[in-house]
Nanobody, 120 residues
């Protein structure tokens, strides 16, 4: 199984980025997909998740209304659209796959991460 995250980079405060995560080696549409992030010196935290069909996203409170998760099962890809970025969004962002429900933080497979830096 491989989860390949991409799309990170340097962006100014208030800007936008879209992260992608391409999956291979698994039955993608059978998995709930999640996004996590880890800021320097901090523990990894949950950002959001989306169910297998892409109809029910859930978000951590600090990104609600700014971030949008979507997926394209035909392309085996999940996306994280990030708008109105803040310096505190600076982190390495990881995608992950699980067969669990929206409450779980126990994910089966993890990508390698992509760095997002928000500059002021």
């Amino acid at each position: 199984v491989q989860l390949q995250a991409s799309g990170g980079g340097l962006v100014q405060v208030g800007g936008s980025l879209r992260l992608s995560c391409a999956a291979s080696g698994l039955s993608f549409s059978s998995y709930r997909m999640g996004w996590f992030r880890q800021a320097p010196g901090k523990e990894r935290e949950f950002v959001g998740t989306i169910n297998w069909s892409g109809t029910i996203p859930r978000y951590e409170d600090s990104v609600q209304g700014r971030f949008t998760i979507s997926r394209d099962n035909a392309k085996n890809t999940v996306y994280l659209q990030m708008n109105s970025l803040k310096p505190e969004d600076t982190a390495v962002y990881y995608c992950a796959a699980t067969t669990g429900n929206f409450n779980t933080r126990d994910y089966d497979f993890w990508g390698q991460g992509t760095l997002v830096t928000v500059s002021s």
